[in-house]
């Protein structure tokens, strides 16, 4: 007995009696093929159980379907939540989500947004870590794009952002209130546009003299804040404020580790609110980013420049502080 193989374009037509052409147009649903020739292709891909392909269907109508999404770690649970509600987004929409990650590396993710726009009809970039003036250059070649998590003037297309200026400072308050003025930041990747923007608000607040800082190199890891705990402790600083939740909760575990009791003898604060961070011991004080939302918002722009419709205005979020066990007055 032969090994099945599923039917190609050529079968049907050969037992419909029509041309290749003739099946490609009744299988992406065009009016122009007579009635009686189309029943006999259909009648024909039924009893030959031929299923069109759906890349091929896509290019033979300029429409693939699928949207891609590039970030640059899908480790992190915040790429996660808005890979997850971008995705629903677009599967009620019938679409599909293709997604790529640059493992953090600016260089590598010009070739990954190109590869990834050129498999599907747009492109999300989350979190871009290429310069601002290269991503400028290299946007007009990934219409219809729409930036995540990264404001820049220079590219016209639709953004959805975080205003990560803000939950910081918004953190940095609720510190002062418990009496803190001695703070450590642990700061996130050298090519994250969104680090800068937490590095320069605590800057204005040094400037300001409303708080004296120490700013450590980090990462985006737990193991990243794991390793600098205790860099953070000799600082001598009464709270940590880490580039992100993983950092925190890696910092959580690395000040246990060395018998600093939190927040009893320091205080620590992270950015994004992701799953874990209500469950950490203590749990963590945090900055939440709504990623539902971010989704969301990012799916009706991409829909609307797949329309050609006019793209909602560009949106910028405040992350909203939530204040749990691992912060407490200094001591």
Wanted: charged share 20%; proline share 7%.
């Amino acid at each position: 007995m032969g090994s099945w193989r599923p039917a190609t374009i050529n079968l049907v037509a050969a037992r419909a009696g029509v041309s290749r052409a003739t099946v490609s147009r009744v299988m992406n649903g065009k009016s122009s093929v007579a009635p009686e020739l189309a029943a006999r292709v259909q009648a024909a891909a039924a009893a030959l159980e031929y299923r069109p392909s759906i890349v091929a269907r896509g290019l033979a109508g300029g429409r693939t379907s699928t949207v891609a999404l590039v970030v640059p770690d899908l480790a992190n649970p915040l790429f996660q939540g808005i890979l997850r509600s971008l995705g629903q987004a677009a599967g009620r929409a019938s679409h599909r989500l293709l997604v790529a990650e640059s493992n953090e590396d600016a260089a590598a993710e010009i070739e990954v947004a190109r590869e990834a726009r050129r498999r599907c009809d747009a492109l999300v970039l989350c979190a871009p870590r290429m310069p601002a003036d290269v991503l400028a250059q290299l946007a007009p070649e990934l219409e219809p794009l729409v930036l995540l998590n990264r404001a820049v003037p220079e590219v016209s297309s639709p953004q959805v952002t975080v205003d990560y200026a803000a939950g910081i400072r918004d953190l940095v308050s609720h510190l002062e209130g418990l009496g803190h003025r001695r703070l450590a930041y642990l700061s996130g990747p050298a090519t994250s546009a969104s680090n800068a923007l937490r590095a320069h608000a605590l800057d204005e607040l040094v400037q300001a003299g409303r708080l004296k800082l120490d700013v450590l190199g980090c990462g985006p890891s737990f193991a990243d804040g794991h390793a600098v705990a205790g860099a953070a402790r000799e600082t001598g600083a009464t709270a940590v404020v880490a580039y992100n939740d993983l950092v925190a909760l890696g910092v959580l575990s690395g000040l246990h580790a060395l018998g600093v009791r939190v927040p009893e003898q320091m205080s620590v604060v992270g950015f994004d609110d992701i799953p874990f961070s209500g469950y950490a011991t203590p749990t963590l004080t945090t900055a939440s980013v709504p990623t539902d939302e971010i989704g969301e918002h990012a799916w009706l722009r991409v829909r609307a420049l797949l329309d050609g419709s006019p793209p909602p205005e560009d949106l910028r979020l405040r992350p909203r502080i939530v204040v749990r066990g691992s912060t407490a007055p200094a001591p």
